[in-house]
C-alpha cells in the first residue's frame, strides 16, 4: 500500500511552494528597516507556529468527532495532526530562540508568548506519551481526544498573549485587528512560505494518517487471531 | 556569529527537523506495512 494520489500531488507542490518561499524570503525579500537580514528568519518562524495551530485545531475537531462516533480514522487523523504539529512547535521554539539571540541577546527569557508556547509545545508531547504508554489502545484515544481538546485552549490564549501582556515578544503583525501591518515586500515572502508549510503539513498529515490506519489494521488482525485461538 | 550565521542555524535547524521527521516516518511506513502483509498472509493460510 503506497501513498494514495493526493499525497502525490502533495508532495510536489510542497516542494515547489517551499522552494518559492525560501527564495522570496532569504533573496527577494528585502532586509527588515530595523533587524536588518536577521528579521529573514521571520519566514520560517511565524509559517511554522500557525502551521502548528492549523495542526493542533485539526487535531481538536478530530478529537470531538472521535469522542461523538468513535471512529477509529478520526482517532486516527487526531493523532496524525498531533505529531505533526509538535514537530512545527519545535521549529517554532527553536528559531525563535536563535532570532531572540540575535535581537534580544538571549536564547530563552520567560515572556508569556514564549512560555505559553513551551507550554502548548509540553502538551501535545504529552498527549504524544499518553497514546504510547497506555496499554488498552480504545482507552489511549478516549484519553487523548480529552486532553487534545483541553489543551486546544492554549492556542487563543498563545495568540493573544502579546496583546493582554505586553512584555518582550513583539505584537502579532499577521493576524490581528485591522488586518496585516507588515509591508506588502514582506508580506507576499511571508504568505508563500505559510502555503509552502501548509502543504506540507497536509502531506506529513497525509502520510502518517496512512501508518496509523496500518497500525489499527494490525491490531485488529491480531485481536480477531487472538479470539479464535 | 553574524546575521546570516543565525538565519544559516535557524533554517538549517529546520530542514533537520523536516526532513529527519519525513525519514522516520517512511521507515515506520516501510515497517507498518511489511508487518501488516505478514499478518494477511497468515490469515490466509490454513492451520495444519
Same mark, same amino acid.
Given at each position: 500500500?503506497?501513498?494514495?494520489?493526493?499525497?502525490?500531488? @502533495?508532495?510536489?507542490? $510542497?516542494? +515547489?511552494?517551499?522552494?518559492?518561499?525560501? =527564495? %522570496?524570503? *532569504?533573496? #527577494?525579500?528585502?532586509?527588515?528597516?530595523?533587524?536588518?537580514?536577521?528579521?529573514?528568519?521571520?519566514?520560517?518562524?511565524?509559517?511554522?507556529?500557525?502551521?502548528?495551530?492549523?495542526?493542533?485545531?485539526?487535531?481538536?475537531?478530530?478529537?470531538?468527532?472521535?469522542?461523538?462516533?468513535?471512529?477509529?480514522?478520526?482517532?486516527?487523523?487526531?493523532?496524525?495532526?498531533?505529531?505533526?504539529?509538535?514537530?512545527?512547535?519545535?521549529?517554532?521554539?527553536?528559531?525563535?530562540?536563535?532570532?531572540?539571540?540575535?535581537?534580544?541577546?538571549?536564547?530563552?527569557?520567560?515572556?508569556?508568548? @514564549?512560555?505559553?508556547? $513551551?507550554? +502548548?509545545?509540553?502538551?501535545?508531547?504529552? =498527549? %504524544?506519551? *499518553?497514546? #504510547?504508554?497506555?496499554?488498552?489502545?480504545?482507552?489511549?484515544?478516549?484519553?487523548?481526544?480529552?486532553?487534545?481538546?483541553?489543551?486546544?485552549?492554549?492556542?487563543?490564549?498563545?495568540?493573544?498573549?502579546?496583546?493582554?501582556?505586553?512584555?518582550?515578544?513583539?505584537?502579532?503583525?499577521?493576524?490581528?485587528?485591522?488586518?496585516?501591518?507588515?509591508?506588502?515586500?514582506?508580506?507576499?515572502?511571508?504568505?508563500?512560505?505559510?502555503?509552502?508549510?501548509?502543504?506540507?503539513?497536509?502531506?506529513?498529515?497525509?502520510?502518517?494518517?496512512?501508518?496509523?490506519?496500518?497500525?489499527?489494521?494490525?491490531?485488529?488482525?491480531?485481536?480477531?487471531?487472538?479470539?479464535?485461538? | 556569529?553574524?546575521?546570516?550565521?543565525?538565519?544559516?542555524?535557524?533554517?538549517?535547524?529546520?530542514?533537520?527537523?523536516?526532513?529527519?521527521?519525513?525519514?522516520?516516518?517512511?521507515?515506520?511506513?516501510?515497517?507498518?506495512?511489511?508487518?501488516?502483509?505478514?499478518?494477511?498472509?497468515?490469515?490466509?493460510?490454513?492451520?495444519?
Amino acid at each position: 500500500m503506497g501513498p494514495s494520489r493526493i499525497a502525490r500531488i @502533495l508532495s510536489v507542490m $510542497a516542494g +515547489l511552494c517551499v522552494a518559492v518561499g525560501l =527564495y %522570496l524570503g *532569504l533573496v #527577494a525579500a528585502p532586509p527588515d528597516a530595523t533587524q536588518g537580514e536577521v528579521q529573514r528568519i521571520m519566514y520560517l518562524h511565524v509559517p511554522s507556529i500557525l502551521t502548528a495551530y492549523v495542526a493542533f485545531t485539526a487535531t481538536f475537531i478530530a478529537s470531538v468527532l472521535y469522542l461523538w462516533k468513535r471512529d477509529p480514522r478520526a482517532d486516527a487523523v487526531a493523532v496524525s495532526s498531533a505529531e505533526v504539529g509538535v514537530v512545527f512547535t519545535g521549529i517554532t521554539l527553536a528559531t525563535g530562540s536563535i532570532w531572540g539571540k540575535s535581537t534580544w541577546g538571549v536564547w530563552w527569557t520567560w515572556d508569556a508568548r @514564549l512560555t505559553l508556547t $513551551a507550554i +502548548l509545545f509540553t502538551i501535545y508531547v504529552g =498527549y %504524544l506519551m *499518553l497514546r #504510547a504508554f497506555a496499554e488498552e489502545p480504545q482507552a489511549a484515544a478516549r484519553y487523548g481526544a480529552v486532553l487534545a481538546i483541553l489543551g486546544f485552549f492554549d492556542i487563543p490564549l498563545n495568540h493573544l498573549a502579546v496583546q493582554w501582556w505586553r512584555t518582550l515578544h513583539q505584537p502579532s503583525s499577521l493576524i490581528r485587528p485591522g488586518g496585516p501591518s507588515i509591508d506588502a515586500a514582506l508580506l507576499v515572502p511571508l504568505l508563500v512560505n505559510l502555503a509552502g508549510l501548509l502543504l506540507l503539513y497536509g502531506y506529513y498529515v497525509v502520510e502518517r494518517t496512512r501508518l496509523e490506519r496500518m497500525r489499527q489494521r494490525a491490531l485488529a488482525l491480531r485481536l480477531t487471531r487472538g479470539r479464535r485461538g | 556569529m553574524g546575521s546570516w550565521g543565525f538565519i544559516g542555524l535557524a533554517y538549517g535547524v529546520a530542514a533537520v527537523a523536516l526532513v529527519g521527521y519525513l525519514i522516520g516516518l517512511r521507515a515506520r511506513l516501510k515497517e507498518s506495512g511489511a508487518i501488516l502483509t505478514a499478518l494477511e498472509g497468515d490469515g490466509g493460510r490454513k492451520k495444519p
